[in-house]
């Protein structure tokens, strides 16, 4: 009997790791549709005869999207179970990406934005949800950094591959690539995710919900964790999703191939250091100090990267080479991977009735936070240059950590 039990014990976790990964693979479409301009904002700017700056400010929608859809989406988690929401938003992804792809002009390419920006709302939260309802705190801990790699790796694909797609067949082709990949890991999920009943379902009106999480969001215990989330996915994206590309062919002179390359040893720290992190966290146990320290590490780094200003004028050159960036984005990244443990805090301070509103008030700040850095972004780097761009996403991010520091406790 108990090889049995044990037997049936190792099968259903073999069945929740599948499950995970399949779910996990959606959130990694989500990372590729949503840094596709980092590599071809200039061909689609001149595709639609605007400037790049507007068209990075567009871009904007959709974050705003994302960040809108999160409660909706959540709500329905609990009414319907998160294999039909899941598939829900695959559809919605495929749809988007073949809205996006073509697009004729700045505004129907921001009607797909708003559509994959609610499609892929919940693709973060949809492992999240089932490994929180299947796992022990500890093993959620471990799982949900094992989620945000995986993830990951769609931002390693819109690095090299993508240039060179891009390159060949033109920025189209990254749409119609994706759109395929939403079909496929649809799929997946059809077959790996198992049926479940809906758990905790909340019968109270969409309204009342939304003021639920903001007043989580806004409480005593979460005000610091949601100041630094709000700045903390942000730099990193709008780094990686969008300036990192231009940056590097427009201040460094890299070919399109090249930044890829580049863009693709940042992801590499991105998808690494989230299980790092979390190593380090079990470790040394000082998880405020971790999430601070590195955060503003990451700041520092980014101010250090930007022409005329601090290395580069120690050096007494203009602009640092190509090299130095490579240093700094791998470091950056692996800096900022300390965003699930902002997840990790949250359940800590906040009762286990209320832990998945109160994960949904963080997601919302991440992305909210990534949808108004990319806008803001766009005005800075349209006023003051790309440099400028750097410098502002280090002054946030360390806004960000000093508002952590002071509604959080020693002991969080």
């Not at 693709?264 to 979390?278: E, H, R, S, V």
């Amino acid at each position: 009997m108990d090889a049995i039990a044990n037997d049936d014990a190792g099968h259903g976790t073999r069945a929740l790791i599948f499950a995970l990964v399949a779910l996990a693979c959606g959130h990694m479409l989500s990372t590729l549709l949503r840094t596709i301009p980092a590599l071809s904002l200039d061909l689609m700017a001149a595709d639609f005869h605007v400037q790049p700056q507007a068209l990075a400010s567009l871009t904007s929608v959709y974050h705003f999207a994302f960040a809108a859809s999160q409660i909706p989406v959540g709500a329905a988690m609990d009414r319907f179970g998160v294999r039909p929401v899941s598939l829900s938003l695959l559809a919605g992804t495929v749809f988007g990406a073949i809205a996006s792809g073509l697009a004729t002009g700045p505004e129907s390419f921001a009607f797909g934005q708003l559509l994959l920006g609610v499609a892929t709302s919940g693709m973060l939260m949809c492992p999240m949800t089932l490994a929180a309802k299947q796992l022990s705190a500890a093993r959620f801990g471990l799982w949900s950094g094992a989620i945000l790699s995986i993830g990951n790796i769609g931002m390693l694909l819109s690095a090299s591959p993508l240039a060179f797609v891009v390159d060949t067949y033109g920025w189209r082709a990254g749409f119609w690539i994706a759109a395929a990949g939403g079909i496929a890991v649809a799929l997946a999920v059809l077959v790996l995710v198992p049926i479940q009943p809906a758990e905790h379902k909340d019968d109270s009106s969409p309204l009342a919900q939304m003021i639920e999480v903001l007043r989580l969001g806004l409480s005593r215990p979460l005000r610091g964790l949601i100041a630094l989330a709000l700045v903390s996915l942000a730099t990193s994206l709008v780094l990686r999703g969008l300036w990192g590309g231009p940056w590097l062919m427009q201040v460094k002179g890299l070919s399109r191939v090249e930044a890829g390359n580049q863009l693709g040893a940042y992801t590499l720290a991105m998808i690494a250091g989230p299980l790092l992190m979390g190593m380090l966290d079990r470790k040394v146990g000082r998880r405020r100090e971790l999430v601070a320290g590195t955060h503003s590490l990451a700041a520092t780094l980014m101010a250090l990267g930007a022409p005329h200003h601090a290395v580069a004028w120690l050096f007494g050159v203009e602009v640092m080479p190509p090299q130095y960036d490579l240093v700094l984005f791998v470091l950056i990244g692996l800096a900022t991977s300390a965003q699930p443990l902002l997840f990790g805090m949250c359940r800590q301070l906040v009762d286990a009735q209320v832990a998945g509103k109160a994960l949904a008030a963080v997601n919302l700040a991440f992305f909210l936070g990534t949808a108004l850095m990319q806008s803001m972004s766009g005005a800075v780097a349209a006023v003051a240059g790309l440099p400028a761009v750097l410098l502002f996403m280090a002054a946030m991010l360390f806004i960000g950590v000093m508002i952590f520091l002071t509604y959080t406790s020693a002991s969080s």
